[in-house]
């Protein structure tokens, strides 16, 4: 039965490695770190709740969209959550944590229209942005593989997606039609050849094949720009929303800061005889974090930078990234 302490987990030449064991080399391993974050992640709860703190829940639809536009497909998205073996409830859980933990750390950041525009020159250079592109492509292995596909595009480039999803090598775009991420740096392409063919393509329309040497031999791209944005510099009035985000992110308050608070006001009692050290930490000042959400700002004007514009991560589970077919982005 699943989940007896003597059976087995695995057998190894007839050996039995039990339930119960791995559970208490589990236990002595990561016990206490489990332990530790489950109680500051209860902490942090107490605290937004006592704080009257509640998540938009538009914004948390918004927020787990965004996640899952980072996955290829709707199976890769269920494979990554069988591989860390959590649901998709759990999952977004783990995203609803995250965004409680940023509203508390930045509930009682306030900003005049002055101090941002301010924040904004001073930092103006982050929101300027490069020539972008959103783009299609088919990734084969050989010349005669790419005049088939575009064989095929030339009697109906409407069939571009659904032939990316037949033909193309690359694991992170076939599945998505051959989509790539939407608003691409062009200075970030790391292959020329497609870097220059992105460059010049008119939009919406179907590049020649494009060799492209590999460690393995060569690789062919076939590419369809979808839109182009030019250059501009930063504009306080289009990159207000990010301003303010990046504002409130370098004067928020420690999360540390807050589940020392929060634990110094509660009644933490750890049971366990194995984790007594524990009670310790929520008798003094806890020197670890929980592993998720706000880091602790870095603050302008003290030496530190202010994070990247439009790089804040707020949510804790991603994608992992994909190897092969990548056009150098």
């Not at 900003?111 to 301010?118: A, C, G, K, V, W």
């Not at 103006?124 to 095929?152: F, G, H, N, T």
């Not at 989509?179 to 179907?206: C, F, H, W, Y």
């Not at 807050?258 to 020197?287: C, G, M």
Request: some cysteine; aromatic content about 6%.
């Amino acid at each position: 039965m699943v989940g007896c302490g003597n059976s087995p987990v695995a057998i190894v030449n007839n050996e039995r490695i039990t339930e119960s064991e791995f559970q208490h080399r589990m236990v002595a391993a990561v016990g206490r770190d489990i332990l530790k974050d489950m109680i500051d992640r209860e902490l942090i709860r107490q605290a937004a709740e006592e704080a009257g703190i509640q998540l938009d829940e538009e914004e948390l639809a918004q927020e787990i969209e965004r996640a899952k536009e980072g996955f290829p497909s709707e199976e890769a998205f269920q494979q990554f959550l069988t591989a860390r073996n959590i649901t998709e409830d759990e999952w977004i859980d783990e995203i609803r944590m995250a965004m409680t933990a940023r509203q508390l750390t930045i509930k009682d950041v306030t900003y005049t229209e002055e101090e941002l525009e301010s924040f904004f020159e001073e930092h103006k250079e982050r929101y300027a942005l490069p020539l972008r592109v959103s783009l299609s492509e088919i990734v084969v292995a050989s010349e005669e593989d790419a005049e088939q596909v575009m064989s095929e595009l030339r009697e109906d480039p409407s069939k571009f997606a659904d032939l990316a999803r037949v033909y193309s090598l690359s694991p992170y775009t076939k599945q998505r039609g051959g989509k790539r991420p939407e608003d691409m740096p062009v200075n970030q392409i790391g292959i020329e050849p497609i870097r220059e063919a992105v460059t010049s393509l008119p939009v919406g329309e179907i590049s020649d094949p494009i060799k492209v040497e590999t460690d393995g031999g060569e690789q062919w791209y076939i590419l369809r720009v979808d839109e182009r944005k030019a250059e501009r510099e930063g504009s306080f009035e289009e990159d207000k929303e990010q301003i303010i985000r990046d504002y409130q992110s370098v004067r928020a308050k420690p999360l540390q800061e807050i589940i020392k608070e929060q634990a110094e006001k509660s009644n933490v009692v750890v049971v366990d005889p194995r984790f007594q050290e524990l009670n310790e930490i929520y008798s003094s000042v806890p020197t670890e974090l929980p592993g998720f959400g706000v880091e602790e700002p870095e603050v302008p004007g003290t030496g530190e930078e202010a994070p990247p514009a439009g790089e804040e991560p707020v949510v804790p589970v991603v994608p992992p990234a994909t190897g092969s077919g990548d056009s150098g982005s």
